[in-house]
Structure formats: structure tokens, C-alpha cells
């Protein structure tokens, strides 16, 4: 079975400072990967995903994800953050093939403080 | 293009009492369509999903049930609500033929049982 695991709950940062979210997943096939951004009391958002070619996904807002295939991650990165960017950020695992669900991880709480 | 919505945005209800939520979508047909719960810090929990019309299937074992009277309709429901059913309950739909199932969410209901 697939999972996914964020390894953190809550992250800080000053604005401007870079940022790394990081996501692991476990599953025995081939996946596609997700990262989905949920502010306050709204739905989730798509921010990027990776389906196939370049292990650098760039996406939405600044934001850009790597997959690596063989640590089985695709954590988040933006090189300077707003106050804007305060959210929580869902990594999410797709195994394909007609599955229908995807598998989300917990979620990582970024506060950007000024 | 495709917009889901979700009705209503808040919701208060006393124990003991039903619950129906609705969730629709537009510009697309034959979508796969989704019902989560968010509760405080634990994430996202896929509730049920739908690959058609009267298909349904449950994920988590609870008072909540859902239905698909038509293609872009789902709705969840509950006979007698409780106070663990508070929380943010999301809609989401996919694309039925697609091999990655991206997931496009909905707005969100806030429901409150007090």
C-alpha cells in the first residue's frame, strides 16, 4: 500500500529566507506526486506535479519540487518567502493505472513571519 | 471550464440532528467526485468517492453517508450528527479517464455540532 509521510507538522521561517518542505512516499510502482497548498478556511490548491520527465517541477507562487526516485521524496522548495506564502501544504501520491484516490500526507504548517 | 461548488459554506447544528451537504460540479461529465473531512490536526481523511452515478464507495466506517443521484451531484448526510463530525468537509472531482487522478477541490463546508 502507499503512503505518505511529511516529516514536519510545523515550519517557521522569516520572510524572505528560503524554505524546504519535505515528503517522503512509499509504493512498490511507479507514482505521480503532488504537492497541493490550503490557506485558511478555503480549499486545496494545486501548486505543481509531477507526472514523467524532469525531476524538477516548477509550479505556482515561486515554488518548485525534485523528485528523487531513489530516496522515494519530492520535497518543496521556494528560495524566498512571503507573508503571503503562511499556509499548510499537502504532498500527495497517485499510484496511476486507473487508480481513483490519491494519498495525501498530513499536511506541513508554514507560518512566514515578518 | 470546470467549477465545483459547495453548499453551505458554514454550518452549526446541534447533536442528534441531519445533515446533508452538497456538492456540484460544472463543465465536465463523468468525473470521479470525492468527500473529505478535515478535523483538527488530523489532516485530510478521504470519507467516500464515486465512479458514477449510485456508485459508492466508504472509506471510513461512521455515521455519514453519501449519495449520487446524478453525474455531478454528491452529497453526504447524516440521520443523527455527532460532535466528533465537526470539521471542514471538502469536495473534490477528477477525471474519470485520466491515469493520475489530479484532484480539483472544492471551497469547503465548515460544519459545527455542538
Known amino acids: 500500500a502507499q503512503s505518505v509521510t511529511q516529516l514536519d507538522s510545523q515550519v517557521p521561517v522569516f520572510e524572505e529566507a528560503p524554505v524546504e518542505l519535505r515528503c517522503n512516499y512509499s509504493?512498490?510502482?511507479?507514482?505521480?506526486l503532488f504537492w497541493y497548498v490550503q490557506y485558511p478556511n478555503q480549499g486545496l490548491q494545486l501548486l505543481l506535479k509531477?507526472?514523467?520527465?524532469?525531476?524538477l517541477v516548477k509550479g505556482i507562487n515561486g515554488f518548485e519540487a525534485e523528485f528523487n526516485k531513489s530516496q522515494t521524496s519530492f520535497h518543496l522548495r521556494k528560495p524566498s518567502v512571503h507573508i503571503s506564502d503562511t499556509a499548510e501544504y499537502f504532498c500527495?501520491?497517485?499510484?496511476?493505472?486507473?487508480?481513483?484516490?490519491?494519498?495525501f500526507g498530513k499536511g506541513t504548517k508554514l507560518t512566514v513571519n515578518p | 471550464s470546470q467549477t465545483i461548488h459547495q453548499w453551505p459554506a458554514t454550518l452549526v447544528q446541534p447533536v442528534g440532528s441531519p445533515l446533508s451537504l452538497e456538492c456540484t460540479v460544472e463543465?465536465?461529465?463523468?468525473?470521479?467526485l470525492y468527500w473529505y473531512r478535515q478535523a483538527a490536526g488530523r489532516g485530510l481523511q478521504l470519507l467516500f468517492y464515486?465512479?458514477?452515478?449510485?456508485?459508492i464507495s466508504s472509506e471510513v466506517p461512521q455515521n455519514l453517508s453519501a449519495s449520487r443521484p446524478q453525474d455531478r451531484q454528491f452529497i453526504l448526510s447524516s440521520k443523527k450528527l455527532l460532535l466528533s463530525d465537526s470539521g471542514f468537509y471538502l469536495c473534490?472531482?477528477?477525471?474519470?479517464?485520466?491515469?493520475?487522478?489530479?484532484?480539483?477541490f472544492g471551497p469547503g463546508t465548515r460544519l459545527t455540532v455542538l
Open positions: 473534490a472531482w477528477s477525471v474519470r479517464t485520466s491515469s493520475y487522478n489530479e484532484q480539483f
Open positions: 509504493s512498490s510502482v511507479s507514482v505521480y
Open positions: 509531477y507526472l514523467s520527465g524532469s525531476t
Open positions: 500527495a501520491v497517485s499510484q496511476g493505472g486507473g487508480s481513483e484516490k490519491l494519498v
Open positions: 463543465g465536465t461529465s463523468n468525473p470521479n
Open positions: 464515486s465512479v458514477g452515478i449510485g456508485q
